[in-house]
Structures are given as C-alpha cells and as structure tokens.
C-alpha cells in the first residue's frame, strides 16, 4: 500500500472487492495480479476477499487433458494470456491439464483459517504452482508440497480432505455467486459493481476510486449508508440484480 494517503479509513469504511475464482482460471489468475498492482499503486485502501467458485466440481480427480476440444483454449485467449503475462510482468506457462481444483479450494481454505496474510500467500502459491510452473493442482503430492512451504501440516490438510471439514464452507461461498447471477469465473463486486469477466487494471481502478468516492460522501453525510458494502449472506429472497452494475464483456 502506498504510505500516504489524503483521508484515512477505518477496517469499515475501505472499499471492499469481492473477488470470485477458481484456481484453473486463466483470467482470474490474471486478475490476481492485477489486484496486487493496485494494493501496491493506488491511493485508496481497499479490502480483498476471495471467494472461492468451484467451476467443475464434477470433474474426473485425475482432471481432463486440455488437448480435447470442448476444454481446450481457443488460440486467441491463449495470445491474449501470454500479451498480458509480458505487459504485466507475471509468469505465464500454459498447462496441458485441466486440474479438478477441489483439493486446492480446500488447501486455501486450510490457509484462510491461519490468517488473512497466510490465506493470500498460499492463494498466490497455488496459482503460480499451475499457471506459473505447469504443475498439476489436482494433485495431492503437489498440494502438499504447496502447504509445506508455508509451515501448513501435511495431516491436517490430508484430514481436511478426507473428512471434508471445509466443503460446506465451499458450498456457501458457491452459493453467494449463483445468488448475483454468476455462473463462471472471474468476477468481482466492487462494492455496488458487479464485473463480470477479466477487465484492464484501469477499469478496476477506476471503480476502486468511484467506490471510495461514494463511502467519503457518506461520512461526510451527503448520501444514505444503506448503498455502500452489500451483505455478504444475503436474503435468499433478494434480487441481487437491484444492487449491482453489470459489466459483462471479458476484455479483449
């Protein structure tokens, strides 16, 4: 974060961005990065949670091979990752292997439960793991050896696995995405602003200074608090389209 800033914000009035992935997104891994510059660049204090979104949760565990058709990058998406990699300075190895990502969702939930800085550096980990290095994320051994370089204990990962201590928690944060409308990865609500599919760094920033924008005005009285952070939970009865723009276009 940048060490200046012109107003200060309580843990409760920072612009918060809900950022919705899975760890075989190619565009969400780009995001990642792209939330980071931000974190470290932009004048504005804003909190991040990851929300998990299990895309495949009926894929085979050994994964599908990216070579056939129906799974397969198109050959414009794939120039599009490796521009992005070289304009944005970020690894980029294009994988062989679509990985079933539930063991990793698990591995960073393990992660959220011994803290907030952990949870990001392993979220980090296990996207540069498959996206950075080609490793195969659906792997136990290569999960393992994530968890392993962030002190996490090979017997509790494995016990969360095999008791699914962590799968409820997964179908609740599933179930905030398909209650605003999503049914694929990326996404972000930023605030009140729904974005839907990887846009350029400005566009998040430009929301980011609108969003921080609004929560000044509301201390300062100028309009209701009632518009400023929707509920995480949420009442299943609630139309989410009423609080939320809709940007829907992936980048090109």
Known sequence: MAEEHSHEHTAFERPRVLVFFDY????CYVDQHRFNTLESELDVDFD???????????????????????????????????????????PLSQPSLLPKTHKALVLGEVARDLGDALHRRVHAAIFRAYFGEGKDIGSSEVLLGIAGEFGIEREELEKAWEEGTHDERLHQFRHIALHLGLDATPAALICNELFIGSRPAG??????????????????????????????????????????????????
């Not at 075989?24 to 565009?27: M, R």
């Not at 058709?69 to 070289?86: F, N, W």
């Open 203 to 252: 566009v998040l920033r430009e929301a980011l200074e609108r969003c921080d924008s609004h929560l000044e005005a509301e201390r300062d009285g100028v309009v209701g608090a009632a518009e400023g952070h929707p509920s995480m939970a949420g009442d299943a009865d609630e139309d989410p389209a009423g609080h939320v723009t809709r940007a829907e276009a992936v980048e090109s």
């Open 24 to 27: 075989a997104c190619p565009f």
């Open 48 to 90: 991040i949670f990851l929300v998990p979104f299990e895309l495949r949760p009926t894929m085979p565990d050994e994964g599908i091979e990216l070579s056939q058709d129906e799974t397969g990058h198109s050959e414009r998406v794939d120039e599009y990752l490796e521009r992005a990699a070289k304009k944005e300075g970020f």
